[in-house]
């Protein structure tokens, strides 16, 4: 063998061998950090969970759903795939220079193909810094290290071309239409000789290799992390209903150390396994921090950087831990606060060495790595998670982070606190008498609204338990939402009754500001009133209620069937129980709840009936839907008062007004209040209506033909 050439084998194997070496060491490196977590129970289901791969990883559904970053991440998703079988080939030809791949009579379609997967790359690449450094999207970072990977892929690309075309003068072969692209360069360059050009060849091939280990060993510690921990985090991803909430057992063991005890997250491990690899599958990418109400309202919250900080602290305490350096090569990084701790765990030399990793390791999760105001500034209404193209969760862990506050340090905001204590007391958020509770009956004394007691004096039955909510019984706009419902099922024909003054808060209040403990008492209660009454259907105007009675309750027993307002008026509609015949000439606009949408999935109902009703014409917001904007209100936000940035009701109403709408509707109580706060901010009240999709209905049924036949 030419010594040259034995030389270039010998240096191929080590550099190889050392590149797979680091990549391996710094995947198993962030394993052993993952392992730090809680474990999580796998239910086994892998055909679904394939079908996910599928749709979510390849078929690349999340991320198309910003069209123009989609199709770039396509085109080097599936280029980089495709590419590799023509860098194998490259390789070869450099360990074998007389050699390529054995493809047969299909060589010269395959070096066709790879030119044009190439130029696809390049495309992408250029396209992408385009977007990132020219167009400038504020959801994209700038720094170097945002760019480098586009540095690595571009140039990985071009000594590909440049060392085909060498290889071309090398050989003496003639330029042909299935390498076009080199041979456009070995026509460029024919005068040189084949000993330069094949040193050319040489200089491309080898930056092509070290490049390709440099891009192996640099990405499981970066931001591309999650070219590996993505698929593994859809692969896993939980198949509850969108974001259902873990139940916390609040069962103690007797001989445990009182101060040892905690609820919810205070530790970086207290997170389940699960949950951390979320951080590594972030790919930073900005787009739940686009779409964030807190963040867009001038917020501190920021969810992409809620991510990274627990992902960095994670790096941070996994290496005081385990010992193992999180930056890879260990002698180029030594200086890095990770791999000095890392040391310093392996050493355990000095008391400064172990005052440091002490240190490290009692860091506050809550105040020294993630701030209260950042926890209490979300409203829960997981646009984030729609929108974020590798399924990570982050709803959960800023309830798993408010918990910890609530239940094991105490700490709430006084807004939040009294709601909470008026809820504990009164069942209500305001503290009003729970024995008033049913007293919104009395505003129209002809509407035929029972409770269950009643209706079991005299002896009759109910199909539907109308869950009122607390909204729907004390807030003076929420009861007309209440009554105009009522009356609607009157004149279906709807066979329902109330729980009256035994009805209690549902609990999501309680339960999404943290408060947990609350929330099972209520939820326990709840669950007494729905056995002793036999309730097998339950129909609420409230989203809040819709959603944790359908998706949470089953956890503590319900089986009953549970509908939303919206939902069984299209059907009643659909059926001829309703029949609106009254015109209602306005131009509406319709907010979605996020707990009726993105958390159910409740997008066309609202919607069914508006358009049955006569003279109304319906105008889309350009956030609707899934990527709807929440109002402000979730998360227990309707009872806190927003303290900094801009309001997030009054930001979501200039969104509604830009369609030039004469009434803005929803479905939802809490939505409707802080819409209709929000026309009084821009002081268009007067021209700019707020009504309940059951209001708007009631409206055309009662009042316009009342109107007419007078």
């Known amino acids: 063998m030419n010594p040259l050439l034995l030389a270039n084998w010998i240096l191929f194997l080590g550099v190889t061998i050392y590149g797979l070496y680091l990549f391996v060491r710094v995947v198993r490196t962030r394993i052993a950090y993952i392992k730090m977590g809680r474990k999580f129970e796998f239910d086994g289901k892998i055909k679904r969970r394939l079908q996910k791969i599928w749709i979510y990883v390849f078929g690349q559904k999340k991320l198309l759903k910003d069209k123009k970053s989609g199709i770039i991440h396509v085109m080097m998703f599936y280029g980089f795939i495709l590419v590799q079988f023509g860098a194998i080939d490259f390789i070869w030809k450099g360990l074998a220079p007389d050699y390529h791949l054995p493809l047969g009579p299909f060589y010269p379609g395959f070096t066709f193909f790879q030119e044009l997967v190439t130029l696809t790359i390049l495309a992408a690449v250029i396209w992408a810094f385009h977007r990132r450094y020219i167009e400038k999207l504020v959801r994209l970072k700038r720094g170097f290290k945002a760019g480098l990977v586009l540095i690595f892929i571009g140039t990985l690309m071009v000594t590909v071309l440049v060392g085909n075309g060498m290889g071309l003068i090398w050989h003496g072969h003639e330029g042909a239409w299935t390498e076009p692209v080199a ?107 686009n779409v964030c109400p807190a963040s867009g309202s001038g917020k501190m919250l920021s969810p992409m950087d809620l991510i990274i900080k627990l992902r960095d602290h994670l790096t941070e305490k996994g290496a005081a831990v385990t010992g193992a350096s999180p930056w890879v090569p260990s002698y180029a990084f030594s200086s890095t606060e990770g791999n000095t701790l890392a040391q310093m765990a392996r050493s355990q030399g000095t008391e400064e060495a172990a005052a440091s990793l002490e240190a490290v390791q009692n860091k506050s999760l809550i105040g020294d790595v993630i701030t209260e105001e950042e926890l209490w500034a979300c409203t829960t209404c997981r646009n984030c998670e729609d929108a974020c193209p590798v399924m990570n969760e982050h709803v959960d862990k800023i309830i798993d982070l408010r918990r910890y506050l609530v239940l094991t340090e105490g700490k709430m905001d006084a807004d939040g606190q009294r709601a909470m204590m008026n809820i504990e007391r009164q069942g209500n958020p305001w503290g009003l008498s729970k024995k008033e509770r049913e007293d919104w009956r009395t505003l129209e004394e002809d509407v035929h609204i029972p409770t269950v007691k009643e209706l079991k004096k005299s002896g009759e039955e109910f199909e539907y338990l109308f869950w009122v909510s607390s909204m729907g019984s004390y807030d003076n706009r929420s009861q007309k939402i209440a009554m105009a419902f009522a009356k609607l099922m009157n004149k279906a024909g709807i066979k329902f009754a109330i729980l009256g003054n035994k009805e209690q808060n549902s609990g999501d209040t309680a339960r999404r500001m943290g408060n947990e403990f609350l929330f ?191």
């Open 183 to 289: 041979s456009m360069i070995a026509s460029a360059f024919y005068w040189m000789p084949p000993a330069a050009a094949a040193t050319v060849f040489f200089v491309m091939w080898w930056i092509h290799l070290l490049i390709l280990l440099t891009f192996l060993v640099y990405v499981p510690q970066s931001k591309h992390a999650h070219l590996l921990a993505a698929p593994v985090n859809v692969f896993l991803s939980r198949e509850e209903p969108p974001g259902k909430l873990k139940t916390i057992d609040f069962e103690i063991d007797e001989e445990a150390d009182e101060e040892d005890v905690s609820f919810g997250v205070g530790k970086i491990e207290d997170f389940n396994q699960l949950q951390m690899i979320d951080f590594y599958a972030c790919v930073e990418c900005g787009r739940c921090t």
């Open 520 to 710: 099972q008492e209520l939820a326990e209660k709840n669950m007494k009133e729905f056995e002793k009454h036999d309730v097998k259907k339950i129909i609420t105007i409230d989203p809040h209620a819709y959603n944790i009675f359908k998706n949470e309750y089953p956890d503590f027993g319900l089986e009953a069937e549970v509908y939303h307002h919206t939902e069984m008026l299209a059907e009643w509609l659909k059926e001829g129980k309703l029949k609106p015949e009254g015109v209602v000439k306005e131009k509406i606009t319709y907010h979605d709840s996020c707990y009726l949408g993105r958390y159910n999935e409740v997008y066309q109902p609202p919607r069914e009936v508006l358009e049955m009703i006569p003279g109304v014409e319906v105008v889309e917001m350009k956030r609707n839907r899934s990527n709807g904007m929440c109002c402000g209100a979730g998360g227990g936000m309707m009872w806190m008062e927003e303290k900094s940035g801009n309001r997030v009701n009054v930001a979501r109403t200039e969104q509604a007004l830009e369609v030039e709408p004469t009434m803005i509707s929803s479905g939802c109580p809490f939505c409707l209040t802080m819409l209709s706060d929000g026309t009084k901010a821009k002081e268009v009240e007067e021209e700019v209506s707020t009504m309940d999709i059951a209001e708007i209905l009631a409206k055309s049924i009662f009042e316009n033909t009342e109107e007419e036949s007078a």
